[in-house]
């Protein structure tokens, strides 16, 4: 029965997969005919997308901005976790309380206050936020900490406190113990807060599209801007379509297949034996 029920599951999430590969190896004229197994295989899709999608500058942006959001908030949030575990001060329950808060809010309630904002800040301050790949570096920061914050309160409570204790005694400042100590005992927790971050950066359409220029804009919205384009016309291009979806797709499943026994250490809190 469990073999059965495993088996229904794998095929719900593969087949789609496949019949996006097929669509975009196949004519455009095919997939408008409903054809799973195209009558002939091109790759020229493939090829074709880095000019007709604007791909390349998308996945150039995507890759440095979600790239970067993952790198910093995951240092930040283990850092920030580790005060917020180790330490006893007023406010402390307060902040962990509003960091689960914090994931209620919907992303759309917030465009229209941050793009304020950073329109705000180019008069005030002089400083163009909007349309830049750091603005939206820090937009996207400033969703991904709380959740990459809670992930490290919750693995470094599972971390023994006699390792640090041991340190200490040998000399060790407080920046030592987190660095040579909670650091790489806490690599699990890391990678899931860092790969949250970048999925977050990766997959957005919302902010991007907002808070972008055409040169500055990400692959999602580059996707998202090739498809509008399409409508209204006699037949849409599907397999440049199926091709960028796949292509945009492929650094995700890479940094899962990389990171994989990190990220099931991360999500179970397995902590150190």
Do not use: H
């Not at 020229?44 to 995507?62: F, H, K, Q």
């Not at 400033?142 to 470094?156: K, Q, R």
């Not at 340190?167 to 650091?183: P, T, Y």
């Amino acid at each position: 029965m469990l073999a059965i029920i495993l088996t229904v599951l794998c095929a719900l999430v593969l087949i789609p997969v496949v019949y996006i590969f097929l669509a975009s190896v196949n004519s455009d004229i095919g997939v408008a005919r409903g054809e799973f197994f195209p009558s002939s295989f091109s790759f020229e899709n493939y090829s074709t997308i880095w000019t007709s999608v604007g791909l390349a500058t998308g996945l150039a942006n995507s890759v440095l901005v979600a790239g970067s959001t993952a790198v910093v908030s995951a240092l930040m949030s283990i850092a920030t976790a580790y005060v917020l575990v180790r330490y006893q001060f007023r406010g402390r329950l307060t902040i962990l309380r509003g960091l689960l808060a914090l994931q209620s809010v919907p992303g759309t309630l917030m465009v229209l206050p941050v793009f304020v904002l950073f329109s705000s800040s180019a008069s005030y301050l002089g400083i163009q936020i909007i349309g830049t790949q750091w603005g939206l570096f820090v937009t996207y920061l400033t969703f991904a900490m709380p959740f990459s914050t809670w992930v490290m309160v919750t693995y470094l409570r599972g971390l023994p406190r006699e390792l640090e204790e041991a340190a200490r005694i040998d000399g060790a400042s407080n920046l030592g113990v987190l660095v040579r100590i909670i650091l790489p005992l806490s690599w699990p927790g890391v990678v899931v807060s860092g790969i949250f971050a970048f999925l977050l950066g990766w997959n957005d359409v919302l902010f991007a599209s907002v808070m972008t220029r055409p040169e500055s804009q990400t692959a999602a919205v580059a996707l998202q801007v090739f498809g509008a384009s399409q409508e209204g016309g006699a037949i849409p291009f599907y397999g440049q379509m199926m091709a960028a979806s796949l292509v945009c797709a492929a650094p995700v499943v890479i940094l899962y297949l990389i990171f994989q026994r990190y990220l099931v250490g991360g999500l179970t809190a397995g902590g150190v034996k």
